[in-house]
């Protein structure tokens, strides 16, 4: 653990330097164990894939104060890697057709695989919300597959349909909203991701988990999907 100071009233601190499920599940534990802390000493935190944003009052802690007390907070955490039993899993649908997965060839160019087994390799995984960030409900889901690892688009592109889930490196992703972006995409989910009148907004949180569940063009449909251009 390494903690460094990140401004006038926030540290930050270091679990691991890439992505790992050993790593997540330390940041998922720090932040279950500050969130119980007093009232007034934290005001924020912010979970990342490797790394916690830990804001406090300035006005009560210096940040020699907040170092020594997270170093005594998180001394003895104690980390189960296998802590799925502790996040309900949230089971997304996809159609993987021809009409949303407009990158689902270039996918099979870069792994090897052909479109079907892109599909059950995608959809037999359990993924972790590693972090949510770029756009409100953007989860990022790790780790796929190794054979499902991708490079992302040379050109990213101006407008990506809500709903649209892609690949990127050795994650995966769901576009909450309409906006700009570089993931191959392989499919779109009929999914409400972000609602703005319930809380929380979104049904991801950090460490959660997630799998997707493969339908047919009829039932995205009847889900509400819609054929938008990319």
């Known amino acids: 653990m390494h903690i460094e100071i990140a401004g006038e009233s926030a540290v930050i601190v270091y679990f691991a330097q890439e992505i ?8 998922s534990a720090a932040f ?11 005001t924020d935190l912010i979970p990342s894939y490797t790394s916690l944003l830990v804001a406090y009052d300035s006005s009560l802690m210096s940040s020699l104060d907040i170092t020594r007390y997270l170093r005594q907070q998180l001394s003895d955490l104690v980390v189960d890697v296998d802590d799925s039993a502790d996040s309900s899993v949230v089971y997304v649908p996809v159609y993987y057709g021809e009409e949303v997965g407009v990158d689902l060839i270039e996918v099979s160019h870069q792994t090897g695989l052909d479109v079907n087994s892109i599909i059950t390799t995608h959809t037999t995984t359990e993924y972790r919300v590693y972090a949510i960030g ?27 349909p809500r709903g649209s889930v892609a690949l990127a490196d050795n994650q995966t992703a769901i576009y909450p909203s309409v906006s ?4 191959q995409i392989i499919g779109r989910t009929p999914m409400t991701l972000v609602d703005w009148s319930s809380s929380p907004i979104t049904p991801f949180h950090v460490g959660g988990r997630v799998r997707f569940r493969a339908i047919d063009r009829q039932e995205y449909l009847d889900l509400g999907g819609e054929f938008d251009g990319v």
């Open 20 to 27: 790992s499920p050993l790593g997540a599940s330390q940041v």
């Open 32 to 42: 279950k164990r500050l969130e119980a802390a007093p009232h007034g000493i934290i």
């Open 134 to 160: 770029f756009a409100p409900g953007f989860a990022y889901l790790g780790l796929t597959e190794p054979q499902l690892k991708v490079s992302r688009r040379s050109t990213p592109r101006l407008k990506v």
């Open 180 to 183: 700009p972006g570089g993931w």
